[in-house]
């Protein structure tokens, strides 16, 4: 006579089986798809690097020279809340002499970075700022907001296209369909930032004052894909 746990293990195993090979039955078609979307995010964001650069004979006096312009610098920019304003690099190098030996004085270079969406005041700042620092570049791209909203609505037209052709594929066939996984992607798009190379005052001026047309957008793509199964009933 048959152990009644041998039993219970048995039975179990045939429903376990059973479970599974009307699981196969019922299996659909699996398809695998994807879908991109994109959309465009206004450059609504300025920086700019602001720097001096000098020169000593020795390191100490140099860096009282340069430090003094960053106050003054800085001081400059408190009349502008809008504006962020912090400290880049500053590096501080020898020269050397014709024979490559002997260091004949020294070179310091300390940069001021700012942003801002406010592009008239950033504008005005540059120009004022130039009376002691001199302008690198000015770049404009998508503000974190901004770029956070153009992904958000590409997604969700990425998932309606991906839903649309889910309904392609499943209407030709005739069936129903369900999704079975699906994988959101941020694929780029965006370029680098627009660089605008500053080496005048009256370059910035130029160059601001047909801020909106100059500042464009920039493209933010998504990739939707994953799997739907269309069923067999």
Not at 50 to 77: C, F, H, R, W
């Amino acid at each position: 006579m048959k152990h009644p746990f041998w039993l219970l293990l048995a039975a179990t195993l045939s429903v376990a089986q059973a479970a599974d090979h009307t699981a196969v039955q019922r299996a659909g078609i699996v398809v695998d798809l994807n879908a991109e979307a994109s959309r465009l995010a206004p450059n609504d964001l300025a920086r700019a690097q602001a720097y001096i650069e000098m020169g000593d004979a020795t390191p100490s006096a140099l860096a009282k020279k340069v430090n003094a312009v960053m106050q003054s610098a800085i001081a400059t920019t408190k009349p502008y809340p809008s504006v962020k304003v912090r400290s880049g690099n500053t590096s501080t190098y020898p020269v050397y002499g014709k024979n490559g030996r002997s260091i004949e004085s020294w070179r310091m270079r300390s940069e001021l970075l700012l942003e801002s969406k406010d592009q008239a005041a950033i504008s005005e700042l540059l120009g004022k700022l130039q009376t002691q620092l001199a302008v690198g570049q000015l770049t404009l791209e998508p503000s974190e907001e901004a770029s956070r909203q153009a992904e958000n609505d590409a997604i969700a037209d990425g998932i309606a296209a991906f839903n649309a052709r889910a309904k392609i594929v499943a209407e030709s066939l005739g069936k129903s369909w369900r999704i079975l996984h699906m994988n959101v992607n941020h694929t780029g798009g965006m370029p680098p930032p627009r660089p605008m190379m500053m080496r005048s005052k009256a370059g910035i001026a130029e160059a601001m004052a047909d801020m909106p047309v100059e500042a464009g957008e920039s493209r933010v793509a998504v990739s939707i894909s994953g799997q739907i199964e269309i069923e067999r009933r």
